[in-house]
């Protein structure tokens, strides 16, 4: 079933609500937005044109319980007769009229920074577990950082190396709470019901960090998306020969990143990039197959382009 959708224009005192041919009008409060939730049911689709920073409180707050589309006035003025008379009940009905085929997300700085937080702690773990190998070889044991393993080498003889050890699990416990941490604030900006969750193998922290792109009716084409994302492929010609050199790693790398980690799952549970992998690993392997995996799963694009649930078959 279609869930329903409403449009809200903003301005700095006032906000006015459009659902199912009804008007409604509250003050651009914590207030007024109580008294949203309360007309408005939980998964509704909802159309907000971006006006300075009145609106953000409002998206912030329906985020979590509701399917939050910023439309930003510049967008709007490709649609033609959008404005028509101007009024705040007319402008709300054309918003609620134009969510259904946006594509945009709502992206909140808090949103972004926050993303960009979990890609630091996440490589910054993976730079101390590698420095833990590293140190466990030096002490004469396998690199393993089983918890049965790491007991053993606690117990140990104290050294310069051990002492590194001991502090790197320290550093390691903090940088893993802290990822949590962001980990459950990020579902607290990001709303459950985006698209981007019918897709395979694109989780819930993933998806939040995926959606750090914003609109993506900016992006003509998915070959501009996949380029954005630093994915496109880096050719090289010079006479007859052309020479692949990988991709090209230009745009957002958190993204990149991303999409990356996403590829390892769908590869086990998204149809169209498991039998995508099924084609190619004969041709490609390790790193540069799940390159190609996630460049294909910038699939992405077309579900929030064409605000569609994800479609094996298509």
């Not at 006035?73 to 490709?78: E, R, V």
Request: charged content about 35%; overall charge positive; hydrophobic content about 40%.
């Amino acid at each position: 079933m279609e869930a329903p959708v409403a449009g809200i224009d903003v301005s700095k005192d006032k906000l006015t609500v459009y659902f199912q041919d009804s008007f409604y009008e509250f003050p651009n409060d914590k207030r007024g937005f109580e008294e949203i939730k309360r007309v408005l049911p939980k998964g509704c689709k909802i159309g907000i044109e971006s006006t300075g920073v009145y609106h953000i409180n409002l998206a912030k707050y329906l985020v979590g319980e509701y399917d939050v589309r910023v439309i930003n006035p510049f967008t709007l003025k490709k649609f033609k007769d959008f404005r028509g008379k101007k009024s705040d009940k007319n402008d709300a009905k054309k918003l609620a009229e134009l969510v259904v085929s946006m594509g945009s997300e709502f992206t909140t700085s808090e949103a972004r920074e926050l993303t960009s937080q979990w890609d630091f702690v996440t490589r910054s773990i993976v730079r101390v577990k590698n420095k833990l190998r590293r140190d466990l070889v030096l002490l004469g044991y396998r690199d393993s950082l089983s918890r049965k393993n790491l007991n053993e080498v606690l117990r140990g003889e104290d050294n310069a190396v051990l002492s590194e050890v001991r502090f790197l699990l320290g550093e390691l416990e903090r940088l893993e709470a802290r990822k949590r941490e962001i980990e459950e604030k990020l579902k607290e900006v990001v709303s459950k019901y985006s698209l981007i969750f019918t897709i395979p193998g694109i989780g819930r922290t993933l998806g939040c960090i995926i959606l750090r792109v914003g609109d993506v009716k900016r992006f003509g084409d998915k070959k501009r998306f996949v380029a954005y994302c630093g994915l496109d492929p880096l050719v090289e010609s010079s006479g007859k020969s052309v020479v692949s050199r990988g991709i090209s790693r230009r745009g957002d790398a958190v993204l990149r990143r991303a999409f990356y980690l996403a590829a390892l799952s769908a590869i086990k549970v998204n149809p169209v990039i498991k039998r995508f992998y099924e084609e190619h690993k004969g041709r490609l392997k390790g790193r540069k197959l799940i390159t190609a995996c996630a460049r294909k799963l910038v699939i992405t694009w077309a579900v929030l382009y064409y605000n569609r649930p994800f479609d094996a078959s298509e």
